[in-house]
Nanobody, 121 residues
Framework: QVRLVESGGGLVQAGGSLRLSCAAS????????MGWFRQAPGKERDFVSA????????YYAASVTGRFTISRDNAKNTVYLQMNNLKPEDTAVYYC??????????????WGQGTQVTVSS
């Protein structure tokens, strides 16, 4: 069982930055691929970014490539999402995900409760 708790969301103006964190419980964090997804009002949850167990490979949705950076600290059981040059269309609830096997859009083992990110124009 893995419990994921996101933090770092908030209200920011377009062009600004936020750093999301996702703290995981348990001693097996390094066994999981980790990812970030987001869900805007009235839309489906979409893949944003993912990182492999040791952090040696990262993946991004086209819409955030060059603006967002995912990273992880296995000693702290935490995954991060640095979001720069934010746009109003980035407004969504951001969810952290963990998966033992899958990485990318199909990650589905465990989910956090989400953190709201709102970007004003």
């Amino acid at each position: 069982q893995v419990r994921l708790v996101e933090s770092g969301g908030g209200l920011v103006q377009a062009g600004g930055s936020l750093r999301l964190s996702c703290a995981a419980s348990g001693r097996t964090f390094s066994s999981y691929h980790m990812g970030w997804f987001r869900q805007a009002p009235g839309k489906e949850r979409d893949f944003v970014s993912a990182i492999t167990r040791r952090g040696d490979n990262t993946y991004y949705a086209a819409s955030v490539t060059g603006r967002f950076t995912i990273s992880r600290d296995n000693a702290k059981n935490t995954v991060y999402l640095q979001m720069n040059n934010l746009k109003p269309e980035d407004t969504a609830v951001y969810y952290c995900a963990a998966d033992l096997v899958r990485i990318g859009a199909l990650m589905d083992d465990y989910w956090g409760q989400g953190t709201q990110v709102t970007v004003s124009s």
